[in-house]
């Protein structure tokens, strides 16, 4: 990338600056630098500073979301509140157990 970006301007000093930012992020984050750098590479992307921190923020985005996964819901419901309630009668899975002419 920063080969690109150095052979991209007509005066290699004007990007510099982009270069020296680029390099600024390896130290912080050099996974996601070099995730980004990739993709910017296999699509053939215009190298800049800006691009590659719009990708890095994608991935790291596409990390956080795949890291908080929702937790499964219960299948399993409490009626402890519902049986003690005066006149209420709930059956539980053993009452129906041996219906239908199998075994659940």
């Known amino acids: ?9 007509k005066i290699e000093a004007q ?8 390099l600024s992020e390896l130290g912080k984050k050099k996974t996601l630098l070099e995730q ?13 500073y800006t691009s590659i921190k719009r990708i890095m923020a994608t991935l790291a985005l596409a990390r956080e979301q795949a890291a908080a996964v929702p937790p499964a819901p219960q299948n399993v419901k409490d009626l402890s ?5 005066p006149g209420v009668f709930v059956r539980d899975a053993q009452l129906y157990r041996g219906f239908g002419g199998h075994d659940a």
Request: proline fraction near 3%; charge should be negative.
């Open 1 to 9: 990338m920063i080969t690109q970006i150095l052979d991209r301007s």
């Open 15 to 22: 990007a510099f600056l982009a270069c020296r930012n680029i």
């Open 36 to 48: 980004a750098c990739q993709e910017l590479l296999n699509v053939n992307g215009y190298p800049t």
């Open 81 to 85: 509140g519902v049986q003690d309630l």
